[in-house]
């Protein structure tokens, strides 16, 4: 339903999890105070070479990359013309600044790099897989499993609502801006939590019953071999060498 | 809503997650395992209530659910929009790892207080109106004080993007409205169903054997 699968099975899959969140954390946190133009290029190369090596299905990875750039788009409409700064070009009534431009450029590359990253590192791996290595990089124990409960019963939710709409829609409903639409939907959705409420005591009781003791184990082993640890370095290399270029770069406009 | 990762700047990121830390902090202390269960599943349909999209004149706009989430569930609607917000993050990609802090702290914080508000207004004016206003404006006040939050977030990070703030506010107003309305019906609908779900926060619960 929401997890197709965005990538063929490669190498960066085998890495462990934990080793693979820790270093998008690492590269992400690298990667955000970035000023230089060509830091953020050479994150932009890191991030590309990373998304290749994950070895992604294209058509839905370049739809995600596409629907992440619309507030970068939004930015480029906005930004250049409202930034002061020397003039650049004139549109009509509108001036675009340079420092506007370079502005919007440069969160663009950025905004680029750090889904690009984020997308090979972290999306290639499960929920259930995610919520563990949050848990073992020491989140709070009751967040990790508010995490896991609600990615397990996204779906179940889900299935409901669209079986709640189909009704509706069988039955003539074309929601729009009147007061009946807002309340039909109003009604499906608080009937929607009032079975999730009910849902929830339900499950509770269940896991209860069968001994629960406040965490959930995980199905998949986390070992970190001397691979991970190779791949982690490397990693931190580049985040280093990116590092660099940002604060010992050559000077440029 | 989401900020993009890469936009904002490292101080205004780092407040960010301090604020979300403290919030999620106080959230899970008054949470017990009896009541994560529910917080998990209304931070489920948080979730799927941003797949749904209502009408808006000639546009539509996306439910965020943040007031109502906040009437239900009080400070613990901050640990519940964190983990709604990362798995976003981890299935669509909106926001990201770094801004998840930020994004967190705006829909959070109004979510609080906009539960606030309604129990507020809820306990002076006990009658229906007076309730439906309550649930109105709670509704309405999470997707204002998100919309003005992230706009702060934006002009902190960069005097550039002044007038982006504002625009992404005012963009917003029609939202408001709709996420008042909506959150009004629900909340009507939900004291006709099941009042319990909006008492459940001041009654003391019993702890099923859990240490």
């Keep these: 339903m929401f997890d197709e699968i965005l990538f063929h099975s490669s190498f960066l899959q085998q890495v462990d999890t934990r080793v693979r969140m820790a270093c998008a954390i690492l590269l992400t946190l690298c990667l955000s105070p970035l000023h230089d133009l060509y830091a953020c290029c050479s994150a932009l190369t890191l991030g590309a070479l990373l998304l290749v090596l994950a070895r992604p299905r294209w058509r839905r990875i370049l739809h995600r990359i596409a629907t992440i750039n619309t507030f970068v788009l939004f930015l480029w409409c906005v930004t250049p013309i409202t930034m002061p700064g020397t003039e650049l070009a004139r549109l009509g009534m509108f001036s675009i600044s340079a420092e506007g431009v370079r502005l919007a450029l440069l969160v663009s590359i950025k905004v680029n790099a750090i889904a690009a990253i984020f997308l090979a590192l972290v999306c290639s791996m499960s929920t259930s897989d995610a919520g563990h290595a949050l848990g073992r990089l020491r989140c709070p124990q009751k967040l990790v499993f508010l995490f896991l409960f609600m990615a397990r019963f996204v779906y179940v939710i889900a299935q409901e609502w669209r079986i709640l709409f189909a009704a509706a829609k069988l039955r003539g409903f074309s929601p729009r801006t009147n007061r009946h639409s807002y309340g039909t939907l109003a009604s499906l959705l608080g009937l929607l939590l009032v079975r999730s409420h009910a849902r929830a005591k339900h499950v509770y009781k269940n896991i209860l019953l069968r001994g629960f003791s406040g965490h959930f184990r995980s199905i998949n082993a986390f070992h970190t071999r001397p691979s991970d640890i190779c791949f982690a370095l490397v990693m931190i290399l580049f985040a280093a060498g990116i590092l660099a270029v940002e604060f010992f770069g050559v000077e440029h406009a | ?211």
């Design chain 2, 1 to 211: 809503m989401h900020i993009a990762e890469g936009v904002l700047s490292p101080p205004v990121l780092a407040a960010g997650y301090a604020l979300t830390a403290a919030g999620t902090a106080i959230g899970l202390r008054r949470l017990d395992y009896d009541r994560l269960m529910t917080a998990g599943i209304l931070a489920a349909v948080f979730f799927v209530g941003s797949l749904i999209h209502v009408p808006i004149g000639v546009s539509n706009a996306h439910l965020i659910l943040n007031g109502l989430l906040g009437v239900l569930l009080g400070w613990a609607a901050f640990p519940a929009i964190l983990s709604a917000l990362a798995l976003q993050a981890l299935l669509f990609q909106y926001g990201g790892l770094v801004v998840l802090g930020v994004n967190t702290f705006t829909m959070g914080l109004s979510a609080v207080g906009a539960g606030c508000l309604f129990r507020f207004l809820h306990h002076r004016w006990p009658t229906p109106g007076g309730r439906r206003i309550a649930a109105f404006l709670s509704g309405a006040v999470g997707v204002a004080g998100a919309a003005f939050l992230t706009s702060i977030a934006l002009i902190f990070s960069e005097e550039g993007f002044t007038a982006a703030a504002s625009l992404l506010f005012l963009a917003h107003v029609p939202v408001m409205l709709a996420e008042g309305c909506i959150t009004m019906f629900t909340v009507d609908f939900i004291l006709r169903v099941c009042p319990e779900m909006l008492t459940t926060q001041q009654q003391n619960h019993e702890r099923i054997g859990h240490a």
